[in-house]
């Protein structure tokens, strides 16, 4: 009799062990899921072209000629105007830009060059933050979709069980709808972390872009100071 409950216990306990045995699959994870998954997706892939985009422009911002400061300052003792301005035009970076704004205000009084020159910064750091509010964007919904994901699927299984007419509930079935539940919530925090970051990334990056002007501004401010 003992033996017969041991082959018993023990048959019914094989397809549990090869159950567990089974790896997990992402794919087949991710299409528990449902249509939410699909959305986060998509997201995903939009904030990531987006990075991309966006860290191309910052990077082509960022670089400058070492010399051209140097360039522009001899230029301007010589009076050779006309060859400053095609310096910054042939240069075409936002400090270029910018002190090709000055340039063009040499003669009127110090305070309008000053804010001609940060008129075209405040431009050009506008054009380095295109985009990034979608960014953000991406980073705050991605999280509460997956939170509305788990919500659908747990009012889900809970209906399935309220409208059971056996009053039996099987494990498998409430498991079944939990694991679609969660699923929607990893995938949520996965995608709003990721872009979290991303976002984080590109203002930092900013950030030193607009530093760098900064700098320029002054060096340019200094310059037009310089006593003949």
């Known amino acids: 009799m003992l033996l017969q409950v ?5 048959v019914a306990a094989e397809p ?12 087949h994870m ?23 985009e966006r860290l191309v422009v910052i990077q082509r911002a960022k670089k400058e000629d ?21 310096l910054c035009r042939q240069t075409n970076t936002p400090a270029a830009r910018m002190v090709e704004k000055g340039i063009t205000r040499i003669g009127r009084p110090m305070s309008d060059v000053q804010v001609a ?9 506008a054009n380095l933050e295109k985009n990034l509010v979608i960014v953000a964007t991406i980073a705050a919904i991605a999280p509460m979709l997956g939170f509305l994901g788990t919500v659908m699927g747990m009012v889900q299984t809970f209906y399935n069980m ?15 709808g939990m694991y679609q ?19 984080n990334y590109l203002v930092a990056r900013i950030d030193s872009v607009v ?9 340019f401010m200094d310059l037009l100071n310089e006593p003949a």
Request: aromatic share 8%; net charge negative.
């Open 6 to 10: 041991i082959d018993t216990l023990t």
């Open 181 to 199: 539940a969660m699923v929607t919530t990893i995938g949520g925090l996965i995608v709003g972390i990721l872009v979290l970051f991303a976002y």
């Open 117 to 125: 020159v940060e008129n075209v910064g405040n431009l050009e750091v």
């Open 162 to 176: 309220a409208s059971n007419s056996t009053g039996v509930i099987e494990l498998s079935a409430l498991s079944e």
């Open 66 to 86: 070492k010399s051209f400061m140097d360039r522009i300052k001899d230029y301007i003792h010589d009076g050779k105007i006309d060859s400053a301005l095609n």
């Open 211 to 219: 530093r760098l002007l900064e700098s320029r501004t002054l060096e």
């Open 30 to 52: 991710a299409a528990y899921g449902g249509w939410i998954m699909v959305v986060l997706a998509l997201l995903l892939a939009l904030a990531v072209y987006l990075f991309i």
């Open 16 to 27: 549990l062990a090869e159950t567990a045995q089974e790896p997990m699959n992402l794919f």
